[in-house]
């Protein structure tokens, strides 16, 4: 398959691009403003990010631009009938999420979000050995230290803020654990130069789920899950970027009583869904995408606002 790519930034850069390659496909058109590219790169480099699109070079295309390009480029790949992976978020709102299903049902094309966490088999391996059918909680911490202002994460006018670049992991936890009806939402928003350097909240879900989080774009750079039911308790040290070989502990009342270990590349195995997908002509579902987005507005519009001068 030949997939293009839009932006060429560090996650485009240093692990798609090698994914997609691995797994035997081919990059064959880069859309980079900067004009940025690998070295040996073969294919052609477009500086509009429309023209790799309708370039005729491609049979997909991955979207690694900063989040308020997501929705208008996908539904551009959309409407001309290009499969499109795009990196999280889809869209800035539930509302943009929506959109992009409807016109994807509509067009018949095929749209996935790169949340490449999902294809990790830590994570299947949890909701295998994890029942959902007894009370959960959940503790999910994502940090790291990025200050500075030009950052694209910094930006509100590029859909900057720690909600929206790791907010999504702690919220997609929630969901691949079994939470679908958000019943309550408490939290706290540190706001800096017009976006959430850091949000902190507990939600609460009908599904006998409680979700407790802490994600920070100014602390040092610290990740981890623990996941607690009546007698056990999970550990996941490193959820959501692992390397290729990750632990996880099992915990019961006499303390660690299994250590799981995990060798895989998600970032191939995801490319290699998005494959599958397509050669299936798989239909375009997006209701985690959907839910998300919905909980994540809720975080928005109801946690509290401190300004941080």
């Not at 477009?46 to 539904?75: C, E, K, Q, W």
Request: charged share 20%.
């Amino acid at each position: 398959m030949r997939i293009g790519i839009l932006g060429f930034g560090k996650i485009a850069r240093e692990a798609l691009y090698p994914a997609i390659l691995n797994v035997g496909h081919s990059v064959t058109a880069i859309g980079s403003a900067a004009g940025v590219k690998p070295d040996g790169f073969q294919g052609e480099v477009f500086s509009d990010y429309s023209d790799v699109i309708t370039s005729g070079l491609i049979d997909a295309v991955y979207i690694a631009l900063p989040n308020h390009l997501h929705y208008p480029m996908s539904r551009c790949a959309i409407e001309a009938g290009i499969p499109v992976l795009c990196e999280k978020p889809l869209g800035l709102s539930a509302a943009e999420v929506s959109s992009l299903s409807v016109v994807a049902e509509t067009q018949r094309s095929f749209l996935m979000e790169a949340l490449m966490v999902a294809h990790h088999p830590q994570w299947q391996w949890i909701r295998q050995h994890i029942s959902t059918d007894e009370p959960l909680h959940l503790s999910v911490q994502f940090h790291y230290d990025n200050r500075d202002p030009l950052n694209i994460r910094n930006r509100p006018e590029t859909g900057g803020g720690a909600r929206l670049d790791i907010g999504c992991y702690a919220l997609w936890v929630a969901h691949w654990l079994g939470a679908r009806t958000l019943t309550g939402a408490t939290g706290c928003q540190w706001i800096e130069q017009g976006v959430d350097a850091r949000t902190s909240g507990r939600l609460l879900f009908d599904e006998h789920l409680e979700l407790q989080f802490d994600v920070s774009m100014r602390r040092a750079r610290f990740q981890q899950v623990i996941i607690h039911s009546q007698k056990h308790c999970w550990v996941i040290p490193r959820p959501f970027n692992p390397s290729a070989n990750t632990t996880i502990w099992a915990m019961g009342s006499e303390g660690i009583e299994r250590e799981h270990q995990f060798e895989a590349m998600q970032y191939e195995r995801m490319i290699e869904a998005f494959s599958t997908s397509i050669d299936r002509q798989s239909k375009t579902d997006l209701t985690a995408s959907q839910r998300i987005a919905q909980w994540s507005d809720t975080i928005k519009h109801q946690f509290e606002e401190r300004i941080v001068k």
